[in-house]
């Protein structure tokens, strides 16, 4: 592989990183802030990306087709939390349900084809394509702008603050009269919104909607987020810097994609690259604590016997 093939490789890898770096914010409010690991994600992408695709065939203006499509999400999102909330299905499972559920959904909306493709062509039609290296990398970085400032305004308000209460300490939020139910069901509903926001950004870079794009979204955007708060939280451990770190964790993970893909290794392998990858960045704390930290505290102790040892001589 030549430096010139990769440096031209390099737009690309940002503008989808840029794109699944929005989807990994969604994840990151499921996963971090509810502390609900939501595997709707798989299917709320492609519905956000069926929904776009299906108005902007239909000659639906493409930011009124991105705006229904957080809606479609944000929906899938509220459908999860019910399950959870009023049902008493585990999240997880919640997820999973929901998950399949939307599979039948979005071939429905899809017309019952596995694939619908889009005008890549038609400024009319689409905001951006992979034609346009340039575009397909501002759009998507001034809408996650919005998305992050939007977010960072609204989770710094009083119902903001109640909603992060409910994922660090439910029981005692709930002892301070906070709808835990509600703020469960709200929270699924914004991640699951962003993500299909994401998803309708990712048929206009694709020019189709396809029917299995959402599979393993879920490790994508987990990846993305350990990566990213591996490096922003060491600079500066605070909301906005822990969601620009996240958008940069999916950059840089679409960058290492791209590059191995040059290299040669099969696409096959690459959702379990991506699992070993998701995989390490779990372990390394409990890694950590579990060897690195009993050797620390055992030299500390031996430490502290010798001294002790030495006064009583």
Request: net charge positive; glycine share 10%.
């Amino acid at each position: 592989m030549s430096l010139t093939v990769f440096l031209n490789s390099l737009p690309g890898a940002v503008a989808q990183g840029l794109i699944w770096g929005l989807m990994a914010i969604g994840v990151y409010i499921s996963y971090k802030i509810l502390d609900i690991a939501d595997l709707t994600v798989d299917g709320s992408l492609c519905t956000g990306g069926c929904v776009c695709a299906i108005l902007l065939v239909n000659g639906v203006p493409a930011w009124i087709s991105l705006i229904i499509a957080f809606l479609a999400g944000a929906l899938t999102g509220v459908v999860t939390g019910f399950l959870h909330t009023a049902l008493g299905i585990p999240s997880i499972l919640a997820g999973i349900l929901t998950q399949l559920m939307l599979y039948s959904v979005n071939l429905l909306i899809n017309e019952g084809k596995a694939l619908r493709p889009v005008n890549r062509f038609s400024s009319k039609e689409i905001l951006f394509s992979s034609n346009d290296k340039l575009m397909s990398i501002v759009i998507p970085l001034a809408i996650i702008v919005m998305v992050i400032i939007g977010l960072w305004l609204f989770f710094y308000t009083e119902f903001g603050l109640t909603l992060k209460s409910t994922g660090d300490n439910p029981d005692m939020s709930r002892a301070q009269g906070v709808n835990v139910n509600f703020n469960k069901v709200l929270g699924l509903a914004i991640s699951n919104g962003i993500v299909a926001l994401a998803g309708s950004l990712w048929v206009q870079f694709k020019g189709a909607a396809d029917i299995n794009d959402g599979k393993g979204a879920i490790v994508v955007g987990l990846a993305a987020i350990f990566i990213g708060l591996s490096v922003s939280l060491k600079i500066k451990p605070n909301f906005v810097v822990s969601l620009i770190g996240v958008v940069c964790g999916g950059v840089v993970y679409y960058i290492i994609y791209n590059l191995v893909i040059l290299l040669g290794v099969k696409t096959d392998y690459l959702k379990m690259l991506s699992a070993v990858i998701v995989a390490l960045f779990l372990a390394v704390p409990y890694i950590k604590s579990e060897y690195f930290g009993k050797k620390k505290h055992i030299t500390k102790v031996s430490g502290n016997n010798r001294s002790g040892g030495n006064e009583n001589a």
